[in-house]
């Protein structure tokens, strides 16, 4: 009879110890530091600056530059942004601006202005002050075309600004 007490006693404290163990892995694993938790934050593109360009209803100018200027901020880490110009003449909708702008006529597009770029952002920061200069060929559609700034954090998360532009 005290055999099978003494062997009961060593399954009960067999039990009592992985359960121990048990809980102290779920504890340890739920200890993480704030580096572990999971970003759910989308990145925030920021044109109310006053340098920045363009913002809704800004012109630009055949056969010449300008200069697309936005800030970037994400609270874990950004990742890239991509630009996107492309023609509105069918007067298709993707803005994210309140306000909208006078529209010309719909129009058949003959040589539209499509443009497309990304930029990685260097690895690691939490705000990006992007610029980039772009040509506007002399002899494409003058109109109404959209400028898309997609922006992209390290998780994943995209912010999509969608702006309307004239091209003259």
């Not at 002899?139 to 309307?164: A, M, N, V």
Request: charged share 25%; net charge neutral; hydrophobic share 35%.
């Amino acid at each position: 009879m005290n055999r099978l007490k003494l062997k009961q006693s060593k399954t009960k404290a067999i039990q009592l110890m992985l359960a121990g163990f048990a809980l102290t892995s779920v504890l340890i694993a739920c200890s993480g530091s704030d580096d572990d938790k999971i970003d759910t934050e989308y990145p925030v593109i920021d044109i109310s600056a006053a340098n920045a360009f363009p913002i809704q209803c800004s012109e630009a100018i055949r056969g010449q530059k300008f200069t697309f200027r936005a800030k970037f901020t994400d609270n874990s880490a950004l990742g890239s942004y991509s630009l996107d110009i492309h023609h509105n003449f069918d007067h298709h909708n993707h803005s994210t601006e309140v306000n909208d702008c006078a529209a010309e006529a719909i129009k058949k597009p003959v040589k539209p202005l499509l443009y497309i770029n990304s930029v990685t952002i260097p690895g690691g920061l939490k705000s990006y002050e992007a610029t980039q200069e772009i040509n506007i060929p002399a002899d494409i559609d003058p109109g109404d075309y959209h400028f898309l700034i997609r922006l992209t954090d390290k998780e994943g998360w995209q912010t999509i600004k969608g702006i309307s532009i004239k091209i003259k």
